[in-house]
């Protein structure tokens, strides 16, 4: 990036008083951003829409917004105008935008617009620790010790994976734990962003012609570009592969290749739920604590009031305890019904599959 300072992250960033916002409607990318800078002191909050972007822009300061370009509804772009344009804290606030497609035109575009600059996606570690400690406030910079950022004995599981390059994979963590974690997280959307695609395409492929500005061919180019990055960033380069052709195809309205890709696509798809399941066995074996009902239905319940939130820190182990309880009943679908839904932050589906295990756990 032009203007980086990258003298400043010498020794790691620490910024422990600044707070930025992460605006993407990719529950993984928000999930990484907030794992790369766990060390770092900064405080991430998160938006899953322009609009929720707006809400918290205009009761909220934020030192640094980082900002996807391609979402459902609002995009970036308009949801960085609307900012810039209200009466509140965030005017004048460096906007980030984060976008998978960069090319001369984008860099063009996004000066025009008036961002302060733009991150590639996956965002990699260094270049996002660089961009922050060239927008943070010159007072809330600090360094702190290379020690921090030691990554000795990063070495992935000995797993080899059909069309997972480990290699790619590292680029984008800092540490084993967080590409593992982030690669359980793609798994577990693995149905569910398959089942929303799948929703859309139902929807136009009998059409005989189609319009790039069709509201349904906009929704699915806009998710198969998630899908796309979700799988650059966890290393799947032939999904990542598919998925770039069939983004391209919904952008110009082309009925024929999409028709001809995305069957292709999906089965490819679908097939790492269970490719990537060895690489989490242990997770897998339902059993560890007792089921003890009380205990179950106040996991269940925590969770449901922490997703309302968006919680995540509270989210996420309480969805390791449910997860780890050794049920009464055959509840492992279910299970990772739940646990999908909390990997993609979504409310809805998150209670739908409580109240269901809810539902079952009362019986006993």
């Given at each position: 990036m032009d203007g980086i300072n990258s003298a400043k992250t010498?020794?790691?960033?620490?910024?422990?008083?600044?707070?930025?916002?992460?605006?993407?409607?990719?529950?993984m990318n928000c999930k990484l951003v907030k794992s790369l800078l766990k060390k770092t002191g900064i405080e991430v909050a998160e938006a899953f829409s322009g609009q929720e972007a707006l809400s918290r822009t205009g009761s909220e300061k934020f030192d640094v917004i980082l900002m996807d370009h391609m979402m459902p509804g609002m995009d970036g772009i308009e949801a960085f105008r609307k900012i810039r344009a209200q009466d509140g804290p965030n005017?004048?606030?460096?906007?980030?935008?984060?976008?998978?497609?960069?090319?001369?035109?984008?860099?063009?575009l996004y000066t025009k617009e008036g961002f302060s600059c733009f991150l590639k996606k996956p965002v990699k570690p260094a270049h996002l620790e660089q961009v922050?400690?060239?927008?943070?406030?010159?007072?809330?910079?600090?360094?702190?010790?290379?020690?921090?950022?030691?990554?000795?004995g990063f070495n992935p599981e000995d797993h080899?994976?059909?069309?997972?390059?480990?290699?790619?994979?590292?680029?984008?963590?800092?540490?084993?734990?967080t590409m593992l974690e982030t690669i359980n997280n793609f798994r577990l959307m693995i149905r569910r962003?398959?089942?929303?695609l799948q929703a859309f395409y139902e929807e136009f492929k009998y059409m005989n012609t189609a319009s790039p500005e069709d509201y349904v061919m906009s929704e699915y180019r806009v998710l198969v570009h998630?899908?796309?990055?979700?799988?650059?960033?966890?290393?799947?380069?032939?999904?990542?592969?598919?998925?770039?052709?069939?983004?391209?195809?919904?952008?110009?309205?082309?009925?024929?290749?999409?028709?001809?890709?995305h069957d292709v696509f999906i089965r490819n798809w679908n097939s790492y739920e269970e490719k990537l399941a060895p690489l989490f066995e242990k997770e897998n074996e339902q059993g560890g604590a007792e089921f003890?009902?009380?205990?179950?239905?106040?996991?269940?319940?925590?969770?449901m009031d922490a997703s309302e939130m968006l919680d995540v820190d509270t989210m996420d182990p309480e969805a390791k305890a449910i997860m780890g309880t050794s049920l009464p009943w055959d509840g492992k679908e279910d299970v990772q019904t739940l646990l999908g839904a909390v990997a993609a932050l979504d409310i809805v589906a998150i209670n739908s599959a409580a109240v269901k295990l809810k539902a079952e756990a009362e019986k006993m």
């Open positions: 010498e020794s790691g960033l620490y910024a422990p008083g600044a707070r930025i916002l992460v605006v993407d409607d990719n529950s005017r004048t606030a460096p906007v980030i935008a984060l976008t998978a497609n960069p090319d001369t035109d984008a860099r063009e922050l400690a060239d927008f943070l406030p010159e007072d809330l910079v600090e360094r702190y010790s290379p020690e921090q950022k030691k990554e000795e080899s994976i059909e069309g997972l390059d480990w290699d790619f994979a590292k680029i984008h963590f800092t540490d084993k734990d962003d398959s089942g929303r998630s899908m796309k990055s979700s799988a650059t960033l966890v290393g799947i380069i032939p999904l990542s592969g598919l998925a770039f052709l069939l983004e391209k195809a919904a952008s110009a309205g082309d009925l024929e290749t999409i028709r001809a890709l003890d009902k009380e205990v179950f239905i106040g996991h269940l319940d925590k969770l």
